[in-house]
């Protein structure tokens, strides 16, 4: 594969007055929505989505986003060991900490697109969080989907989460789609039960954090916010071919 421009935690960084949270969140999020939609056609899992295995390279006036970094991916059948990158890692990977006890599937890589979207649209300023434990990780994400047309991503339970082929009909009409749009079932409502300690401030006890697996989570550099309009992409809108219509 030739080389790219980058990848998008260094575009996110690097961007001054051009960058637009919105544009970028929907660009990228579409395409590697159709890349995970063809791994789990082949019931492959990624296991380590995050903005720095995410590539991009300039077009004229546009982006095309590219998932990189296969290392950890496996079969789904095969898939057992601990992985990924801890704060975006999927809750069936910290049982203890979530209550979800559940097989590794190609709904990991869902979660871990919605994490890297809420990264991507603070500027890495309110995610991830500056703390380790993964309990406030967990909060601070589903606070953030409570009012987001992403919120099917950010289930708890893989049962309950999205696919990547249900978020591209969803939020994209289906465009890019691998799996045929007539097996592509509707997202139902949302009836998870959220334990009370996520509801609250979700951190896990020490005896938790002695069980659950040693997951790297990285602290990146606080940077000035970037400025951003009222609404958008992880507010209660509807998008639509790359435009975002407001409420």
């Not at 919105?22 to 990228?28: A, H, M, Q, T, V």
Request: aromatic content about 8%; some cysteine; overall charge positive.
């Amino acid at each position: 594969m030739p080389l790219r421009d980058g990848s998008l935690k260094s575009l996110v960084k690097n961007s001054q007055s051009e960058y637009v949270p919105e544009k970028i969140c929907l660009l990228f999020m579409k395409q590697i929505l159709c890349a995970l939609d063809y791994l789990a056609s082949e019931d492959l899992i990624h296991r380590d989505v995050k903005p720095d295995n995410i590539l991009y390279s300039r077009l004229s006036e546009d982006y095309w986003f590219q998932l990189a970094d296969f290392g950890l991916a496996h079969h789904q059948s095969l898939a057992k060991t601990f992985c990924g990158t801890g704060h975006y890692t999927a809750p069936e990977l910290w049982p203890q900490v979530s209550g979800v006890h559940a097989n590794q599937s190609p709904k990991m890589d869902v979660w871990s697109l919605y994490a890297t979207v809420v990264a991507v649209h603070s500027g890495f300023t309110e995610f991830p969080p500056s703390i380790g434990d993964y309990g406030v990780v967990l909060n601070l994400l589903k606070t953030k989907a409570a009012t987001s047309s992403l919120e099917p991503m950010a289930r708890l339970h893989p049962e309950r989460r999205a696919s990547a082929a249900q978020m591209l009909v969803h939020q994209f009409g289906g465009e890019g789609l691998t799996t045929a749009r007539s097996k592509v079932p509707p997202i139902e409502s949302n009836t998870e039960y959220i334990p009370q300690e996520l509801s609250r401030e979700a951190r896990p006890t020490r005896s938790d954090r002695s069980k659950a697996p040693a997951g790297p989570l990285i602290v990146l550099p606080r940077r000035k916010s970037i400025p951003q309009k009222q609404g958008g992409i992880l507010g209660p809108i509807r998008s639509h071919k790359n435009r975002v219509v407001k409420p």
